[in-house]
């Protein structure tokens, strides 16, 4: 299973590199607009985002749309040597800190921790490297949103261009009884 997830990744990761600038941001605000549409957006509180990076669906349209809408945006912050993720509540994509990843995160303060797991008015934000059908993502190797995922209490919604959309990751062979499902996987 690990080499079939190992190549794997790297064949999306070529399918998503290879999408081109023009047709990434279509589908990027077509995502976008969609989430934006949803019942279960208009109706949360609280947004758990993540900050895009490199060729990832892009989530600073819809981090800007959450803050006009006066709702509560909070980024993760990967906790280093583990595979734990800490929530803190953003005003502003300034001062952020590039981590180990290479992701921008949010500087740990106690006084803007929000709990991870969220409640029922809460929507969280899934980057996948590629989603299925079922909303089973294969991400980057490092757990941590399966992690998240199996204690959120909210709503989690996968953000996914057409080109790394699969009919089964359990078909591919790399799905583990840890993965978990996101509600809903949103496309262009």
Known sequence: MVQAKRELRRRLRAARAALDVGERLRADGGISDAVAKLAVWSECRTVYAYLSFGSEVDTRS???????????????????????????????????????????????????????RGDAQALALVPGLAFDKRGFRLGYGAGFYDGFLAAFRGYSVGLCRHATLVDDLAELGVLEPHDRAVDLVVTE
Request: contains cysteine; hydrophobic residues 45%; aromatic residues 10%.
């Open 62 to 116: 819809l981090i800007f749309r959450a803050w006009q809408e006066g709702k509560l945006v909070a980024l993760p912050w990967c906790v280093p040597g583990t595979r734990q993720m800490r929530w803190f509540r953003v005003n502003t994509l300034d001062g952020l800190v590039k981590s180990s990843l290479g992701v921008e995160e949010p500087v740990p303060d106690p006084v803007l921790e929000l709990d991870g």
